[in-house]
C-alpha cells in the first residue's frame, strides 16, 4: 500500500521561501517518477514539477527558475524548495507518485501567499 505524506506548507509573504516535503511508504521508491502538482483556488489542478528515476527533471513556465525539485531515494522523500513566491503560488500542494500500474496522490498541503 502506498502512502504519501506532505508536509512544510503554510502562509508566506510575496517574495519568500518555503520548502514542501513529501514522504512515501512504498517499496523501491526509486524507480519511480515523483511529481509536484498544485489547485488553486477555483483552478484546476496543475502539474508543477516532476522528477524521474533518473533524476531528470521538468518545469511547469510558470514556476521554472524559481522552484527546484529533488529527491532523495534512501530518505525515501521528495522535495520542492519554492523561491520567489507569488500570490499565484497560492494553493494546495500534492505529491504524485507516478507507478507501473497506477497513480497515487498524498492529501497536499496548503501555501498561502499574501502580505
Known amino acids: 500500500q502506498v502512502q504519501l505524506v506532505e508536509s512544510g506548507g503554510g502562509v508566506v509573504q510575496p517574495g519568500g521561501s518555503l520548502r514542501l516535503s513529501c514522504a512515501a511508504s512504498v517499496d523501491r521508491f526509486s524507480s519511480y517518477p515523483m511529481a509536484w502538482y498544485r489547485q488553486g483556488p477555483g483552478k484546476e489542478r496543475e502539474m508543477v514539477a516532476r522528477i524521474g528515476n533518473d533524476q531528470g527533471t521538468i518545469y511547469a513556465d510558470a514556476v521554472r527558475g524559481r522552484f527546484t525539485i529533488s529527491r532523495d531515494n534512501v530518505k525515501k522523500t521528495v522535495s520542492l524548495d519554492m523561491n520567489k513566491l507569488r500570490p499565484a503560488d497560492t494553493a494546495v500542494y500534492y505529491c504524485?507518485?507516478?507507478?507501473?500500474?497506477?497513480?497515487?496522490w498524498g492529501l497536499g498541503t496548503r501555501v498561502t501567499v499574501s502580505s
Open positions: 504524485k507518485l507516478i507507478g507501473w500500474h497506477a497513480d497515487y
